[in-house]
């Protein structure tokens, strides 16, 4: 098993799962963006995002979706919600918000912002999508309330999915206006040991 991984891009998700997991798996750390920085990469993931992950003749290349595979291909483990558990449709509601609710503005605050010359910066663009993704993460807010973590009554990939996303805005400089429970929340997420493994690999 093999992840292509950037620091702290979307592979961050797979890569804190697998470690979360204790599995075994063969990692590739590459430059920002892979598609251009990384000779070949094209060829082994056509859109050229990140991450990607090879398991045998299983190919995946979006970072919630791995997760989901890595807990139900490695399994049982405590960071799957199974389907006979009441919090089952939750689980697979914050799995999918993640990236299509939280994550997608903050790529454009991240494009507008940093990655695009400065005669393409865009203020109006960065400034709505940051609203939009304040609006958003409110669910968060009002799901930890008196909760440590999303569903089922402890840590899951769902914590991973959110967690991440909360952790990218945290590095556009938008978590000084994050509220108490979600605030706490990403505290403590980002103080796991298998978080902070992420971290140390660039």
Known sequence: ????????????????CLEEMGLEYELEVMPFPPRSEREGYLDINPL?????????N???????????????????????????????????????RSDATFTFPLALVLRYTRLEPEERKNPQIVEDYTIWFYSR?????TALQDKEFLVGGRFTIADIAVGYALHFGKRLGLSERYKPNTARYLEALMSRPAFQKTQQIK
């Open 48 to 56: 050229g995002t990140v991450p990607t992950l090879i398991d045998g």
């Open 1 to 16: 098993m093999k992840l292509f991984h950037c620091f702290n891009s979307r592979s961050l998700r797979p890569l804190w």
């Open 137 to 141: 993460i409110r669910a968060v807010e």
């Open 58 to 96: 299983r190919t995946l290349t979006e970072s919630t979706g791995i997760c989901q595979y890595l807990v139900e291909q490695y399994g049982p483990t405590t960071l799957a919600v199974r389907q006979d558990e009441p919090e089952y449709g939750a689980y697979l509601n914050w799995l999918y």
